[in-house]
């Protein structure tokens, strides 16, 4: 069990790739500490609770700079340590660039990166009293190649790429690594409202031919968080069927 023992913290842990994750994570050993505005978080616990593994939800949003502070002092309390966080709740508001109102922009900006800063910020300490930290924070490949009607989220992900490259430096020394990790076109909840003819076009651009189950990436994010990657740190591992050759 490659995170026996270990506290992960997952943000946007309720559904889609989150939810993949935590359920991952936790078949690895991991108590599992989701974080989401979705009511959802509840039942994904619980699921993960019946099949054996530990988690538990917290309503939290990761824009809250007080109650994110406040979540992370608690998990410290009762665990005694925090090993892992993973930044994966995200937003869009898509818009070309000059139909995308300002509100848009500030929505994604705030959740997407701020809201990665925020909670990075608020674990650190803990990870640098223990001399041992795992943050993995969702970029996506739009971040390195930009994409039509996405100014803001291609903005967002090009910037937590940049900060897990500045936290590898700030960090290493605390025997912290920190990275980022891009999927591509993923089959999750966001989608469900793609028509069919479109979501086979999008296919048909990938050279596997095919979109990426949310367990795909769920195995990047286990691979960035487990010891195996000890030596890993400032990259952004791309996951998105070749895409991005």
């Known amino acids: 069990m490659r995170l026996k023992n270990k506290i992960a913290i997952v943000t946007g842990g309720a559904r889609g790739i989150g939810k993949a994750v935590s359920e991952l994570f936790s078949k690895e050993g991991a108590t599992v500490i989701i974080w989401d505005v979705l009511s959802d978080g509840e039942h994904t616990a619980k699921e993960i609770n019946d099949a054996g593994g530990k988690a538990e939800f917290l309503n939290i949003s990761v824009t809250d700079k007080e109650a994110i502070h406040k979540a992370v002092a608690d998990v410290h309390l009762r665990y005694g340590k925090i090993d892992i966080l993973i930044n994966n709740a995200g ?11 300002e509100d848009e922009w500030d929505a994604v900006i705030d959740v997407n990166l701020k809201g990665v800063f925020l909670c990075t910020q608020a674990v650190v300490p803990y990870m640098k009293e223990a001399n041992y930290g795992r943050i993995v924070t969702a970029a996506s490949n739009v971040g390195l190649r930009g994409n039509f009607g996405q100014t803001n989220y291609s903005a967002a992900k090009a910037g937590v790429i940049a900060m897990s490259k500045t936290w590898t430096m700030e960090l290493g020394k605390y025997g912290i690594t920190a990275n980022a990790l891009a999927p591509g076109f993923t089959l999750t909840e966001m989608v469900e409202k793609i028509p069919a003819e479109h979501l086979e076009s999008i296919k048909k651009q990938i050279p596997l031919q095919k979109a990426a189950q949310p367990i795909d990436i ?12 000890q030596y890993v740190s400032g990259i952004c591992l791309t996951i998105d069927g070749g895409i991005s050759r």
């Open 91 to 101: 937003i869009t508001r898509d818009k070309t660039l000059q139909k995308m109102s």
């Open 218 to 229: 769920a195995y990047g994010y286990l691979y960035l968080a487990s010891d195996e990657s």
